[in-house]
C-alpha cells in the first residue's frame, strides 16, 4: 500500500480506526468536531483498496457527506466528488473546506486582523453602541447557552460577520464561530451535548469570544495555505459538488458524469433515517453514463454499478 497523505503508518492488513479523534491535528479536517465522523486514515485506506488506479476522471459519491471527511480526503487526493447532506451546518462545513483552495489568503488575513479590532473595541465597551444582531427568537431551554455578558460578545461577533459582502469569506467566519461556541457557552461535549451544570461544571459568565474566534480562523488560514501549496503539486484542480440533500428524489435531475462509487456504509441507520435519506445510493446507467437516484439503498458501494456489488467495510462506532 502507498504511503498516506499526511504520512501516517498504513495499513498493512484491514483499516486503520475509524474513530474521527484522529482528525483534530490534520489540515482542514480538524476544523469542525464532529463526534460522528470518520477519520481521513480510514477513508485513505478505503481509496486505496477500492480505487488504486485513479486519475482525474475518478469521482466518489458520498451521499451522508457529514462534515466532508470523505470527500475532502478524496479531493485532496486528486478525485472529483460529489456529496449530499442534509444538515445545513455540516454542508456548510464541506462546502467551505472544498473551496479552501480557491480563497484568497491574503484577503482573509486583512479580514481577520479587522475583525480583531473590532472585538477589541467591543469587548473593551469602546464600541459605542449596542449590538445589531439579535439571539433566536423561542431559542431557550433549561439552561441558556450563553450566559448575558457572552450573549453580547458573541451578537458583536455576529454584526461584524454579517457586514462582510464577500459570501465566501463571511462562510469562514459563520464556520469559525460555529465551531467554537460551545467552548464559551454553558453547554459541554461529555461526549455529547449536555448542560455543564448537569456534569458538575460550573457556567462560564465571561469569555473573550473575539480571541477564542480569531484563533480558530489563523488555524483555517495556515491550512488554506497548506492546500493551495498542496494542489499545486498534483497539476489539476479535481471538480467538487455539494448539496443539500433533497427531500425527495423521485423528479431528480441527472448528472451527466460517469461515477465509480466509493461509498462507506454507516451502521445502526434508524428507520426514520433512512426514510430522510431516501436516494442515497446512486447506479451507473451504462447506456447514457449518467448518475441516478434509487430510492432504496443506502450501502456502501465500491465497485461500478449496475451490478451492485457491495463491499462490506463497516463503519466502527
Known amino acids: 500500500m502507498q504511503p498516506t497523505l ?6 498493512t492488513n484491514g483499516f ?12 482542514l479536517h480538524r476544523w469542525v468536531p464532529w463526534i460522528a465522523g470518520f477519520s481521513a486514515d480510514f477513508v485513505d485506506d478505503a481509496i486505496e483498496k477500492y480505487l488504486p488506479e485513479r ?20 479531493y485532496l487526493s486528486g478525485l472529483n466528488v ?59 431551554g433549561r439552561t441558556q447557552l450563553f450566559s448575558p455578558k457572552v450573549q453580547r460578545k458573541v451578537l458583536y461577533a455576529l454584526d461584524f460577520i454579517s457586514s462582510i459582502e464577500d459570501s465566501t469569506l463571511r462562510d469562514i467566519f459563520r464556520l469559525g464561530l460555529g465551531s467554537v461556541m460551545v467552548s464559551f457557552s ?5 461526549p455529547s451535548l449536555t448542560r455543564r451544570a448537569a456534569v458538575g461544571k460550573t457556567n462560564i459568565e465571561e469569555a473573550n469570544v473575539g480571541l477564542i474566534v480569531s484563533a480558530k480562523l489563523h488555524l483555517m488560514l495556515e491550512d488554506i495555505g497548506w492546500a493551495e501549496a498542496h494542489m499545486r503539486t498534483l497539476g ?3 471538480k467538487a459538488r455539494v448539496c443539500r440533500f433533497p427531500r425527495s428524489t423521485e423528479n431528480a435531475e441527472s448528472s451527466p458524469v460517469g461515477v465509480r462509487l466509493v461509498r462507506l456504509r454507516y451502521p445502526g441507520t434508524t428507520f426514520s433515517n433512512r426514510r430522510a435519506y431516501k436516494g442515497a445510493l446512486a447506479r451507473r446507467d451504462t447506456c447514457s453514463s449518467r448518475v441516478l437516484p434509487i430510492q432504496r439503498h ?20
Open 6 to 11: 499526511f504520512g501516517s503508518p498504513a495499513a
Open 16 to 27: 486503520r480506526d475509524s474513530s474521527f479523534a484522529k482528525n483534530k491535528n490534520l489540515p
Open 55 to 74: 486519475n482525474g476522471e475518478s469521482w466518489v459519491l458520498d451521499p451522508f457527506a457529514g462534515v466532508g471527511t470523505t470527500l475532502v480526503e478524496s
Open 82 to 140: 460529489i456529496g449530499f447532506e442534509i444538515n445545513p451546518y455540516a454542508a456548510l462545513a464541506t462546502k467551505i473546506k472544498l473551496n479552501a483552495m480557491r480563497i484568497s489568503v491574503h484577503d482573509l488575513t486583512a479580514r481577520i486582523a479587522t475583525f480583531e479590532r473590532f472585538m477589541e473595541k467591543a469587548e473593551t465597551g469602546r464600541l459605542k453602541r449596542d449590538p445589531r444582531s439579535q439571539a433566536p427568537i423561542g431559542f431557550s
Open 186 to 190: 454553558n453547554y459541554s461535549y461529555e
Open 236 to 238: 489539476y484542480r479535481p
Open 298 to 317: 443506502f450501502q456502501l458501494c465500491a465497485e461500478p454499478l449496475p451490478d451492485y456489488s457491495l463491499a462490506h467495510q463497516r463503519r466502527t462506532s
